[in-house]
DNA sequence: TCAATAGTGTCTTTAAGACAGTATCCG
DNA sequence: CGGATACTGTCTTAAAGACACTATTGA
């Protein structure tokens, strides 16, 4: 019998099927607060997140009203939520290209009391100038950043507050055993910048030590100097720009590591 | 309004929902051919898939019939995907408690014949002797072992291919970078046991080299000696037993690691 | 000249890497 | 006592960590 012929058979109504498939997604951006000329930034990892509105697009009463939550929304037969993901959110800040990954999924019983909704959660790194633009829509009566500390003693929709941690803790990985700082930073940075981005995640002397990360960060295989690049938005002295190198991205096993 | 009301306005059939949420598991194990008395253990990492039978269970003609691929099957709505995963290699196996871990999700339109089915893809690693009791069931004709070369080979059902490919790219990276190595080991171990494990994915001449693993296993901040316990199951020289320190497990960030 | 940022000089300590050598035991 | 596995001794080299020091510039 062919594939065709089982295909015939197959009858879906068999299953109970899920009542949904989401894609949500942490939007994370890092503020930097300019302290003011030739002075390297202050830097805040913040989240972003929707207030829910009280009506929904068909004007009906809306799930969670009133709660913070994730932005998202129900993915479409003919794309993957991974796209789901990158069309809602150029929709919401009008850039693309940029990194989104997904980190879980979400499908605990009972999780949505609409029914059987399965989240696929992603996280996004947007520039700070992209969410100037970002905007209440049809389902969302407000927007708002919040530092990763703060975001966590709200009221949150659904399980967000667990899509939510395991997404703080997912990017503070990330952004220091991957390179993924580089989506934060200019094309050229100086060391005091990357370690400011670094410093939002974590308290690593050998990152906090100025002395110590100006000299790491020349032997680093991942980062190379732009020869002849200099700025002064840092400080008074010219200072050295660096680059991420592309498709470098060395991980020592923990086995070989040094402790 | 209350969320109640909104509760009771909610209506699934506004969406077109899933036909269907599937739970697949790539099971890896590592057959350990024993060389000979006092010889240390040749490793190889494998994989274990099922050949898809003609009928199913119902006695209707299967979906891929004949194809290898990874056993798995629908999630009920009463359990999320990890628990599905959970239940369904205690089936097969007898085996509970042991290392289960969501990788992925594959939901590209198409990917599936039958329509539109989510599949959230975990791996997990059992003991060679669980795999002895493997049995054939309804759904499949035959269960195998592949070595992680050749099951690239084999006729893949669905898109199974790139499902195992992802799964056999992050396998190899967490033997490497977090202590699931110790899930392919007895409680206690030999320096030279650890390290044919890590060789089935690994050519790092700092755990290939015998001497320089067998110094490095005594600094290793997530593993120490057992005092007194030595065994001469892998040398006629009796060998000094370690064992994996709970709740260790230090990775250095790329910033501040040796190059 | 001061304050602030960006480095460099240099010493100590630690560990990786290479290579040779020793230890243990069974058959 | 031969062969195989499991180590240890020792030298060289590289880099981390700490601390003091210099360099550059605008206000």
Redesign the pocket.
Known sequence: MSNHDALKQYDSSLFRTPDGYTSDIAVFTILSSKLG????PLMTLMVMLIKRSKLNAEGLPNIEAGKWALPGGFVQPDESAFEAAKRELEEETGVSSIHIKHYNVYDKPGRDPRGWIISNAHYAIVPEHALEKRKANDDADDVKLFSIDDVLTLDLAFDHRQIIEDAIKVIKHDLLHTTIAKSFLPDQF???ELQAVLKTVTND??IT????F???IK?LPFIKEVPGQKTQR???????LYQFIDDVNIVKPIY?A??
Do not use: L
């Open positions: 000329d030739f002075k390297p100086t060391y005091s002397s050998g030590s100025d002395q110590a100006a000299r790491k032997s840092t400080s008074k002295t010219p200072t050295q070989t040094r402790y």
